[in-house]
């Protein structure tokens, strides 16, 4: 569910030399795009990548194939932020996304990226 104020879609800044990407409501082509530019803009200076699935309430299979592919690419540099009970979580288990740096908290995978 999206909180009281947060907008469906995909918020972009940055922590440290971490991008931080949150996004909310579905995960559609449209903002799957929009993910997989950030993430591909990211890749040549070897930045750290969080991307804060905690308000997603689907993921569209676009968006399942976009994080896999980009996880090739990009590997542990890729941090996912999906509470164990969260529709996020459910969907990239679904989908077999189970190599991914999964965390339940937004701090444990900024902890986790700064390493």
Same mark, same amino acid.
């Given at each position: /569910?999206?909180?009281?104020? %947060? #907008?469906?879609?995909? %918020?972009? !800044? $940055?922590?440290?030399?971490?991008?931080? *990407?949150? $996004? &909310?409501?579905? *995960?559609? =082509?449209?903002?799957?795009?929009?993910?997989?530019?950030?993430?591909? +803009?990211?890749?040549?200076?070897?930045?750290?990548?969080?991307?804060?699935?905690?308000?997603?309430?689907?993921?569209?299979?676009? #968006?399942?194939? /976009?994080? +896999?592919?980009?996880?090739? &690419?990009?590997?542990?540099?890729?941090?996912?932020? @999906?509470? #164990?009970?969260?529709? #996020?979580? @459910? $969907? /990239?288990?679904?989908?077999?996304? +189970?190599?991914? =740096?999964?965390?339940?908290? *937004? !701090?444990? @995978?900024? &902890?986790?990226? =700064?390493?």
């Amino acid at each position: /569910m999206l909180e009281s104020g %947060q #907008a469906p879609g995909v %918020q972009v !800044s $940055a922590i440290g030399g971490t991008l931080l *990407l949150e $996004a &909310a409501g579905t *995960l559609g =082509a449209s903002e799957t795009e929009r993910l997989r530019g950030h993430i591909e +803009r990211a890749r040549p200076g070897d930045r750290r990548v969080v991307l804060d699935l905690t308000a997603v309430e689907r993921l569209e299979r676009e #968006a399942l194939e /976009m994080l +896999r592919d980009q996880w090739r &690419a990009v590997g542990d540099r890729l941090r996912v932020v @999906a509470p #164990a009970d969260s529709p #996020a979580a @459910a $969907a /990239m288990k679904r989908g077999g996304l +189970r190599r991914f =740096a999964i965390h339940g908290t *937004l !701090s444990g @995978a900024l &902890a986790h990226a =700064a390493e």
